[in-house]
């Protein structure tokens, strides 16, 4: 899970302002509970500020019962990958989106794995989806492997 590579750059910022020792694991539920707790975000700098809120927009709205801890924000992380990159990134323009709107580190080359794991599945969808006559299913994954690939 691509995910559970993701650090925040600024953790031990972080950890000063929630008082306790947080891992660096953006995705870590530690981290999770103690980013969608009432934290006063006003005391941090506007940059990490909006990083913050954007993080807590795009990954942690949910309806779930056990929000954070529901697998929602590691699945909606994984998504967003893989829609910058089928928006055109590449792993390192990806990496650098990641590091300037939500303050979050991640290797290229832990992207390009992630990227390239995810051809295989979606080509593993494609050929099972081929064989059970799912068509639509079938094009639907081709479509998305090129959007990929390319
Ligand atoms: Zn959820």
Do not use: W
């Amino acid at each position: 899970m691509i995910a559970t590579k993701a650090r925040f750059r600024h953790a031990r910022r972080l950890e000063r302002l929630v008082g306790y020792r947080l891992p660096d694991q953006a995705f870590h539920g530690a981290t999770l509970e103690a980013v969608s707790s009432r934290l006063d975000y006003e005391h941090l700098d506007h940059t990490l500020h909006d990083q913050m809120i954007r993080f807590i927009h795009s990954f942690l709205k949910c309806r779930c019962k056990d929000t954070p801890m529901c697998g929602c924000p590691e699945r909606k992380f994984g998504r967003e990958i893989l829609e910058l990159r089928e928006n055109g990134l590449d792993h390192r323009q990806i990496a650098g989106y990641l590091l300037e709107e939500y303050g979050i580190d991640l290797y290229p080359a832990d992207l390009l794995s992630y990227l390239e794991d995810s051809v295989h599945v979606l080509e593993a969808i494609r050929d099972i989806s081929c064989l059970k006559n799912r068509a639509n299913l079938a094009a639907s994954a081709a479509e998305h492997i090129s959007l990929l690939e390319r």
